[in-house]
């Protein structure tokens, strides 16, 4: 038996109360100086061992073993998307909200967007929509619901004719709607949606007409130059905001897409007043 291995069961003998040194069938008595002056023996004869050389990996070999690996455990794999789809959503909102800053006054100020609710109210809730939408058809309720309920709730529309050409004369005819204060904007926009197959420009003056606009008017002004420049500015701002899909909602320095429902946007609404931002965080 070497003297390191004796020095290193003298150690566990005089920790562990003698029974180390009692395999080794020895008589005499161990003390603590002892086992240290051996011990400083034993270390000085050791020569320091020679550097070890890097190895070089080969990936013919270590491809397949991490493939093994992943497969093994597909729940990384799940775990890295996870983590890399927040990454992902949070570096667009952080994009999104620098951007909603630079954008503010085009959002919330331009005078030829429609206001409905409290023009006064606390919180603002921007939508861009297209009367063909689909999912801003069914939305239509969630808003209803909001303004209905809502008294200090200030809501935005802006027209953002994106789906087809029918959109964008229909769209064309109720940039004029609101520009008259006469008529009751909330009414025709309910209207339209209301109606049954694809909203037209036809579709859009009828229901002006029923609410006693000239339909011969508002066909001769659809095409001019001030309403092609109200819808523009939506479509500027929605570059701006990469925005492709209807329907939008701005609601502070938070962009939402899609029909999130009326407890996803009330949510929101609460945290604004709650905290000044869509999403509050304790502490």
Known sequence: MSRLTIVLVALVGILG??????????????????????????????????????VALDQDKLNPMIETYLMSNPRILQRV????????????????KAMIAEMSDAIYNDPDHIVLGNPQGDVTLVEMFDYNCGYCRNALPDLATLLAEDPNL?????????LSKESVDAARVAVLVGKDKKVDYWTFHQALFSSRGQVTGETA???????????????????????????EKTYRLAKALNITGTPTYIIGSELIPGAVGLDELRGRIANMRACGDTVCTSG
């Not at 002892?34 to 061992?49: C, D, F, G, I, Y």
């Not at 200030?154 to 004719?161: A, N, Y």
């Open 205 to 231: 003056l009828n229901e002006a007409q029923k609410l006693g606009m000239s339909k011969v008017d508002l066909a001769l002004k659809a095409g001019s130059e001030e309403v092609s420049a109200t819808i």
């Open 154 to 162: 200030k809501v935005i529309l802006k027209e953002f004719p994106i």
């Open 81 to 96: 998307s996870e983590a890399l789809e927040t990454q992902v959503r949070t570096e667009q909102r952080d994009k999104a």
């Open 17 to 54: 109360g003698g029974l180390a040194m009692s395999l080794l069938k020895q008589s005499a008595i161990v003390d603590t100086a002892a086992v240290r002056s051996v011990v400083e023996e034993v270390l000085a004869e050791q020569k320091p061992s020679a550097p070890v050389a890097a």
